[in-house]
């Protein structure tokens, strides 16, 4: 009987093989950057044409390949960064398993110009589907250029499952954004489709973190640092009040490679414990240096995840040497409400000026008096609740008579007691709502209690509001007498721009788009204008994160990540009149019972049910 093994050619044994290092474009990305770091490159460009699809170009100013090793350099196993299994334990290059290369060649089309220091030309080399197709010299600087075309040209199911551009590049900038991180003394660059998204000079981590993130993250970060037998730790954490409600920017390097582990991130968490409002992430950028032989990044084929020897002993130590930067850099609880920011926002002028925001110069205005009975703090906090004025127009109490004196009355006590007294809201029924826990709005029904989430009511009636705005394109804007700059990274500025149309069409005007910053000279009247950066961060954010969502319009999401933003927060006392009035605009719009985000609005107790909880018998 005939044999029936047989080894698997070359070139099938790349392409299964390939199917593991490559799922996408952005992992050619991340095997292209690494190659060029081993080479000891100072300057890093990466070029990418639809999303990395069409094309990824690597350019490094590294040591180069001589002729023969730009030939080998596409065969399994072909590395020059470990000769035995004894290196596997010290292993200090990103690479050493040969097999990128063999990979990518099997599935694109690539194409090599490499040169070292000392040979006068260039090797060129063409490959597609593991075969040679051209091999000749070249003029090119000393390093290697790698381009990668039309991955996965013939493996359409594999090329078919890719998603799109959009969606591959976000993974793309991922990538780039890690390895940056990584190594910021080197200089790296990014440009996708013609578009400049990222040119970062060599610099300090801190800077780079800065180059990458926009430069408000700097007074952001505080520093962490520990050294141990069994770790040396660096990096910065995000001070807890920036935290976001999207796990952005949380990166974990070891020895230098960017990795995900859920188990030290935990350890990060708990450091943070008590600092965080539910559901807000953190940002770091932490470091471990531990010794090699101590890590195994072997169990995974792309590397990012990784064994620790004595992972128990790390999670200590990551959470105590956070625990001391948070503590020695003073940083303060946010969960103290009774000093939260949020609280200090005066809900109770909204019946002072009850018209649509705009900027009036007071003659009056001395900033040197006592902000509590001087004008000052009266116009800031005028402003602060702007978008809360436009949206109770007309339906909260009006001020009767007289207009208000300049003094402020600074809400006292717990809101409970403001209904109680109910003083300045004479004329209006309001026994009938209150504010529970800061975070639910009671009212009575014929059938008993109704409760309703403040918040989410309030995205319901927020998200209609920017609905009908977009659709019907004539938004309310309130014009700004002095522009907002705000500055950006150049991705977000990417993101900006392609958002341009449907921001206009909300209400937003721009000036000038620079390279990192923005000039914004109007806003929606429902955006008051201390909260606009806010607003536009909170947008790139879940833009970036919904962006592969099929089936919701550009409107809709914007929408939608404008009401998030906006909406009232639980935690926030809220005026009776203010209650009221979200109550009644709750019940005018379209969908009362449900939140944007698909969450049930409210709830009833009804008096059968009282009934009973107190006669649990009968
Ligand atoms: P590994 O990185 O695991 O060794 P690769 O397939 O990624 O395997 O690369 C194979 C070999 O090609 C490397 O070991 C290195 O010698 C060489 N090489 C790849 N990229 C570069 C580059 N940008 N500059 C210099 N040499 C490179
Ligand atoms: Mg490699």
Redesign the pocket.
């Known amino acids: 009987m005939a044999d029936r093994i047989h080894v698997l050619p070359d070139h099938v044994a790349n392409q299964i093989a390939a199917g593991e290092v490559v799922q996408r474009p952005a992992s050619v990305v991340k095997?292209l950057l690494?190659?060029?770091i081993?080479?000891g490159a100072g300057k890093i460009e990466l070029i990418v044409k639809d999303g990395g699809k069409a094309l990824i170009r690597v350019v490094?100013d590294?040591?180069?390949?001589s002729e023969g090793?730009a030939g080998l350099?596409f065969r399994r196993h072909?590395?020059?960064?470990i000769s035995g299994a004894e290196d596997l334990f010290r292993i200090a290059t990103?690479?050493?398993?040969?097999?990128?290369?063999?990979s990518i060649s099997a599935i694109a089309q690539v194409e090599l110009i490499?040169r070292q220091e000392g040979d006068e030309l260039a090797c060129h080399v063409r490959i597609a589907g593991d075969e040679i197709q051209a091999r000749e010299a070249a003029v090119a600087p000393v390093g290697?250029s790698?381009s990668v075309k039309n991955l996965f040209f013939n493996i359409p199911a594999r090329r078919n499952f890719l998603k799109s551009d959009k969606v591959e590049f976000r993974h793309v900038l991922e990538e780039f954004q890690r390895v940056a991180l990584a190594h910021p003394g080197i200089s790296f660059k990014l440009v996708h489709n013609e578009n400049e998204i990222h040119n970062l000079p060599g610099a300090k981590l801190r800077q780079r973190i800065g180059h990458l993130f926009g430069s408000r993250m700097d007074n952001r970060l505080v520093p962490v640092s520990e050294e141990t037998q069994i770790a040396i730790i660096s990096g910065f954490i995000c001070k807890p009040e920036f935290a976001k409600k999207s796990r952005g920017e949380q990166y974990f390097f070891v020895n230098d490679r960017f990795i995900k582990s859920p188990y030290l991130h935990h350890a990060v968490m708990t450091a943070f414990e008590g600092l965080l409002k539910a559901e807000m992430y953190p940002g770091y950028f932490l470091f471990l240096q531990v010794p090699p032989h101590t890590l195994d990044v072997n169990i995974h084929p792309t590397k990012t995840e990784v064994k620790f020897e004595d992972e128990q002993s790390l999670y200590a130590i990551l959470r105590s040497a956070i625990k001391h930067s948070l503590g020695q850099f003073n940083v303060r609880p946010v969960l103290d409400f009774d000093h939260d920011n949020n609280l200090e926002t005066p809900y109770a002028f909204k019946d002072r000026q009850a018209q649509a925001p705009k900027v009036s110069v007071d003659r009056n205005f001395n900033p040197f008096t006592d902000p509590v009975s001087g004008g000052g703090l009266a116009r800031k906090a005028s402003r602060e609740t702007a978008g809360w004025e436009a949206l109770y127009e007309g339906l909260g109490a009006q001020p009767v008579g007289e207009p208000q004196p300049e003094g402020i009355e600074i809400p006292s006590g717990a809101p409970e007691e403001t209904l109680l007294e109910g003083s300045h809201l004479q004329g209006q029924d309001l026994k009938g709502v209150f504010q529970l826990g800061r975070k639910y709005i009671v009212t009575r029904i014929k059938s008993g209690l109704l409760l309703i989430d403040q918040t989410r009511a309030h995205q319901r009636v927020l998200y209609e509001q920017f609905l009908e705005n977009i659709t019907r394109k004539e938004p309310v804007v309130q014009t700004l007498i002095f522009p907002l700059k705000l500055r950006f990274t150049p991705a977000e500025m990417h993101v900006l721009e392609a958002l341009t149309d449907a921001l206009e069409g909300m209400g937003f005007r721009f000036g000038e788009f620079g390279d990192e910053s923005l000039e914004i000279i109007g806003l929606p009247a429902l955006v008051p204008e201390g909260e606009a950066p806010g607003v536009l961060d909170g947008l790139i954010a879940g833009w970036q994160q919904h962006e592969g969502e099929q089936g919701f319009s550009q409107g809709d999401r914007m929408a939608k990540a404008l009401c998030r933003q906006l909406a009232i927060k639980a935690g926030t006392p809220m005026e009776p009149a203010a209650q009221l009035a979200l109550v009644n605009d709750l019940f005018g719009s379209r969908e009362p019972g449900l939140s944007p985000f698909q969450k049930p609005i409210h709830t009833t107790l009804t008096l059968e049910e009282l009934d009973q909880k107190l006669n649990p018998n009968g």
């Open positions: 095997e690494e190659n060029a081993d080479a490094d590294g040591c180069g390949m090793d350099c072909a590395t020059s960064k990103k690479g050493f398993r040969g097999e990128a290369l063999a490499t290697t790698i």
